[in-house]
């Protein structure tokens, strides 16, 4: 009552409960010592941001990648991109933070850009010719998305995985098809659950997937509101909401 702003589920799901009935095709088995909390990251974020890398883009071992925004979705683009041995692995944010877990990530470059142009030094750092693939991790607006598409090279790749309201308008440089430039549009990183979740958990058990570093705070399921006032303010990758 009273309240000034409509909630809906995304994808006519919730997950903020103790119990859910589902369907058994939405059940992937994983070992039973696999701990939950950086598990539970799997199935959103991780799939999100890995997926778009070796899914959707399939980037190459050497090629040059750009993640603009340092989120949990970015930090796992950049994930994907260290897995695919991209270099360079350059990261853009207006947080400082946040670039500082870029590094972490796996990030070989950082890029504040509130502090200078990001398609300017994606350039500089690509010796001129700009990244190989960029990826879009923010979704607020147009912006990044555009400075994404013009810090790729001639016949580069962007991929818009953060995805702007639907009534958010682009445009485009007709230069971008003189250049043979490529737009991607990637949802949940192309995933196929049933064969790249327990890929996801294989790599996290092998130590070459980062989760537990992921998860910056738990929450019991009371504190849900901080968690989500903690995420708004930029000082989490990953909060965890934990049920016992």
């Known amino acids: 009552p009273g309240a000034d702003r409509t909630m809906s589920q995304m994808s006519g799901i919730g997950t903020f409960a103790t119990g859910t009935t589902v369907h058994r095709t939405q059940i992937v088995p994983i070992e039973k010592d696999t701990p939950m909390g950086p598990a539970a990251l799997i199935g959103c974020g991780v799939m999100t941001g890995v997926g778009a890398v070796i899914n959707t883009a399939a980037v190459e071992p050497g090629r040059s990648v750009a993640v603009f925004g340092c989120g949990g979705v970015g930090l796992n683009c950049i994930q994907g991109a260290r897995l695919s041995n991209a270099s360079p692995i350059i990261a853009v944010d207006l947080l400082d933070n946040k670039l500082d877990m870029a590094r972490e990530f796996g990030a070989t470059h950082v890029v504040n850009a509130g502090r200078e142009d990001p398609v300017d030094r994606i350039r500089a750092i690509t010796g001129g010719a700009g990244a190989h693939y960029a990826f879009e991790a923010i979704g607020l607006t147009a912006e990044p998305f555009i400075q994404a598409l013009e810090c790729t090279r ?3 790749v962007t ?4 995805h702007a309201p639907v ?5 485009l440089d007709a230069r971008m098809w003189i250049q043979e430039k490529t ?3 990637s949802l949940y990183g192309s995933a196929r659950t ?3 979740f327990p890929r996801m958990v ?3 058990r092998s130590g070459h997937l980062m989760l537990d570093e992921l998860v910056t705070r738990e929450y019991e399921l009371g504190g849900v509101n901080d968690a989500f006032a903690a995420l708004e303010r930029g000082e989490v990758a ?4 934990m049920m016992e």
């Open 183 to 185: 737009v991607i549009g």
């Open 238 to 241: 990953r909060s965890v909401l």
């Open 167 to 171: 009534d958010t308008e682009l445009k």
């Open 202 to 204: 294989s790599l996290y």
């Open 154 to 156: 001639a016949r580069g």
């Open 159 to 162: 991929v818009y995985v953060g």
């Open 194 to 196: 049933q064969v790249d």
